[in-house]
């Protein structure tokens, strides 16, 4: 029930993080240093919004894999509100992002852990409200949606 009712999200979900990922290269490219980005050539720049497009993938997937894993557990036969499934998705988008961190964070030997893991509570909080905002959309889709109609005209099967 879940995977039909939220089959869209799976499909746009990581379409946004790649789009986000490779935004913030433009807002770090064009807020940052200016003579660094008179070095950059063309190949330069596509490889880097391809590599901050990975790491938006990466994260666009850690926050699809903990929203459904916390509504999946919470509520499994979609019995509670939607608001309630609203809020569950987004936890559990920013939960995954934020344990990805956490673990790279400690995985990491150096000094700039701690960084890895401020950097990961803003990215979670990215992710928990793009996780709200699309599964409030799929839930007022799944209200509206109009219920099935028979067909006014016989069936040439069911006369046969």
């Given at each position: 029930?879940?995977?039909?009712?939220?089959?869209?999200i799976?499909?746009?979900?990581?379409v946004?993080?790649?789009?986000?990922?490779?935004?913030?290269?433009?807002?770090?490219?064009?807020?940052?240093?200016?003579?660094?980005?008179?070095?950059?050539?063309?190949?330069?720049?596509?490889?880097?919004?391809?590599a901050y497009?990975a790491?938006?993938?990466?994260?666009?997937?850690?926050?699809l894999?903990?929203?459904?894993?916390?509504?999946?557990c919470l509520d499994?036969?979609?019995?509670?509100?939607?608001?309630?499934?609203?809020?569950?998705?987004?936890?559990?988008?920013?939960?995954?992002?934020?344990?990805v961190?956490?673990?790279?964070?400690?995985?990491?030997?150096?000094?700039?852990?701690?960084?890895?893991v401020?950097?990961?509570?803003?990215?979670?909080?990215?992710?928990g409200?793009?996780?709200?905002i699309l599964?409030?959309?799929a839930e007022?889709r799944?209200?509206?949606r109009?219920?099935?109609?028979?067909?006014?005209?016989?069936?040439?099967?069911?006369?046969?």
């Amino acid at each position: 029930m879940m995977i039909h009712r939220y089959w869209r999200i799976l499909l746009v979900a990581p379409v946004i993080g790649f789009l986000l990922g490779a935004g913030v290269f433009g807002v770090i490219a064009l807020g940052g240093n200016p003579y660094i980005r008179t070095g950059q050539s063309a190949g330069g720049v596509v490889a880097a919004i391809l590599a901050y497009g990975a790491v938006g993938l990466v994260v666009s997937g850690a926050a699809l894999i903990g929203g459904f894993v916390l509504v999946g557990c919470l509520d499994r036969h979609l019995t509670t509100s939607s608001g309630t499934r609203t809020v569950l998705a987004a936890l559990g988008a920013a939960g995954g992002v934020l344990t990805v961190g956490i673990v790279l964070g400690t995985i990491g030997n150096g000094g700039w852990s701690y960084l890895l893991v401020i950097i990961s509570l803003v990215v979670a909080t990215v992710a928990g409200s793009v996780a709200a905002i699309l599964v409030y959309r799929a839930e007022r889709r799944e209200r509206t949606r109009p219920g099935r109609v028979a067909h006014p005209l016989p069936s040439a099967w069911v006369d046969f």
